[in-house]
T-cell receptor
Framework: AQKVTQAQTEISVVEKEDVTLDCVYE???????LFWYKQPPSGELVFLIR??????QNEISGRYSWNFQKSTSSFNFTITASQVVDSAVYFC???????????FGAGTILRVKS | GAVVSQHPSWVICKSGTSVKIECRSL??????MFWYRQFPKQSLMLMAT?????????EQGVEKDKFLINHASLTLSTLTVTSAHPEDSSFYIC?????????FGSGTRLTVV
């Protein structure tokens, strides 16, 4: 069975601080895909990144960066110099090679205060 | 590209009535669509997977007779909440698979009064 754990229920930071959101996953598949989504108060899910299990390179996109470590089954997300607009719920998710369904973590509420 | 349109964005209905939510893939064909439900301050829970031209596959604990899913074409899937009750009030989100990615609709907030 696939499982995604986001142990941090809520994080509060002050603007310009760096923040890391943790994601730990479980799967028996050798090929799988990991995702991060942002859900602002409007409710719409905003796609941030997709990573397949064979690509362990870290990725940076502007203030966002992701650290994928298969050895610890983790796919952590870091926001550098956080901004108030980053306040949202962030979900980590996992799908199998055949993409039958996407399994979500519980989500982490990020509050960035000015 | 890869846009999924979901309507309505919000709906209020009386207890006992039925509500239909539509999910359309605008610029691609979606053979598989997914329906999720999200209660306040909770994660997205998969309700069912719908495949074009066949019966939907429901997750354990989801009443298939209450949540009717129809995926009659490659661009449209519908979720009908039958005989809605206040406990069905939730945020419903559809998703379409495209390659190894997923595109989500904007969600429908259902309130049953």
């Amino acid at each position: 069975a696939q499982k995604v754990t986001q142990a941090q229920t809520e994080i509060s930071v002050v603007e310009k601080e760096d923040v890391t959101l943790d994601c730990v996953y479980e799967t028996r598949d050798t090929t799988y895909y990991l995702f991060w989504y942002k859900q602002p108060p409007s409710g719409e899910l905003v796609f941030l990144i997709r990573r397949n299990s064979f690509d362990e390179q870290n990725e940076i996109s502007g203030r966002y960066s992701w650290n994928f470590q298969k050895s610890t089954s983790s796919f952590n997300f870091t926001i550098t110099a956080s901004q108030v607009v980053d306040s949202a719920v962030y979900f980590c998710a996992l799908s199998s090679e055949y993409g039958n369904k996407l399994v979500f973590g519980a989500g982490t509420i990020l509050r960035v205060k000015s | 590209g890869a846009v999924v349109s979901q309507h309505p964005s919000w709906v209020i209905c009386k207890s006992g009535t039925s509500v239909k939510i539509e999910c359309r893939s605008l610029d691609f064909q979606a053979t598989t669509m997914f329906w999720y439900r999200q209660f306040p301050k909770q994660s997205l829970m998969l309700m069912a997977t719908s495949n074009e031209g066949s019966k939907a596959t429901y997750e354990q604990g989801v009443e298939k007779d209450k949540f009717l899913i129809n995926h009659a074409s490659l661009t449209l899937s519908t979720l009908t909440v039958t005989s809605a009750h206040p406990e069905d009030s939730s945020f419903y989100i559809c998703s379409a698979r495209r390659g190894y990615g997923y595109t989500f609709g904007s969600g429908t907030r259902l309130t049953v009064v």
